[in-house]
T-cell receptor
Framework: GAVVSQHPSRVICKSGTSVKIECRSL??????MFWYRQFPKQSLMLMAT?????????EQGVEKDKFLINHASLTLSTLTVTSAHPEDSSFYIC????????????FGQGTRLTVV | GIQVEQSPPDLILQEGANSTLRCNFS?????LQWFHQNPWGQLINLFY???GTKQNGRLSATTVATERYSLLYISSSQTTDSGVYFC?????????????FGKGTKLSVKP
């Protein structure tokens, strides 16, 4: 199957700093990627849709200025958590598909963010 | 939007037992996938199955799209099968292509 690579897998940062998470599709081009957040013992919730060459689409309740998304190329999307606070600590995971519609979605390994 | 319900929420099995996990969804779907989330959080693709039946080793899945449900079968369970199993769908119309996840079934297989 297709491979989606996400880095870093784990990061600890201090309150007030910013953290960048990268999501790459390794063997296909993805015009659209998706960013999810997962709290402990809960399901995955969509945060935003990352669109290559245009602005991301954020789900209701997700702060655009806190979670900056950039989709600079067909194989790379980045999520930057700005001015991180302890409540931003969570598991973040990205997803990509070769094309929308009846195709399989693949997920990165996820990033566990801890803000201290 | 489309609703996805999984049952049971928790399941404890003895090694070697069989199990069936269920996923109900509220509307027609483009895409249905089953995932296993391992202890490190990674989502492992099990099946892409918007309709029909597929088998992969001890696992098999069936989706009856007209009745809006899917089943995941695990036979001869092993301790390594433990983890959370998610069903996720991508609905027709209004969907941006993202998957909507159920709340998962937490499976614990005891030796």
């Amino acid at each position: 199957g297709a491979v989606v690579s996400q880095h870093p897998s784990r990061v600890i940062c201090k309150s007030g700093t910013s953290v960048k998470i990268e999501c790459r599709s390794l063997d296909f081009q993805a015009t659209t990627m998706f960013w999810y957040r997962q709290f402990p013992k809960q399901s995955l919730m969509l945060m935003a849709t990352s669109n290559e060459g245009s602005k991301a689409t954020y789900e209701q309740g997700v702060e655009k200025d806190k979670f900056l998304i950039n989709h600079a190329s067909l194989t790379l999307s980045t999520l930057t958590v700005t001015s991180a606070h302890p409540e931003d600590s969570s598991f973040y995971i990205c997803s990509a598909r070769r094309q929308l519609g009846r195709t399989e979605a693949f997920f990165g390994q996820g990033t566990r963010l801890t803000v201290v | 939007g489309i609703q996805v319900e999984q049952s049971p929420p928790d399941l404890i099995l003895q090694e070697g037992a069989n199990s069936t996990l269920r996923c109900n969804f509220s509307d027609s779907v483009n895409n249905l996938q089953w995932f296993h989330q391992n202890p490190w959080g990674q989502l492992i693709n099990l099946f892409y199955i918007p309709s029909g039946t597929k088998q992969n080793g001890r696992l098999s899945a069936t989706t009856v799209a007209t009745e809006r449900y899917s089943l995941l079968y695990i036979s001869s369970s092993q301790t390594t099968d433990s983890g959370v199993y998610f069903c996720a769908v991508d609905g027709y119309g209004g969907s941006q292509g993202n998957l909507i996840f159920g709340k998962g079934t937490k499976l614990s297989v005891k030796p």
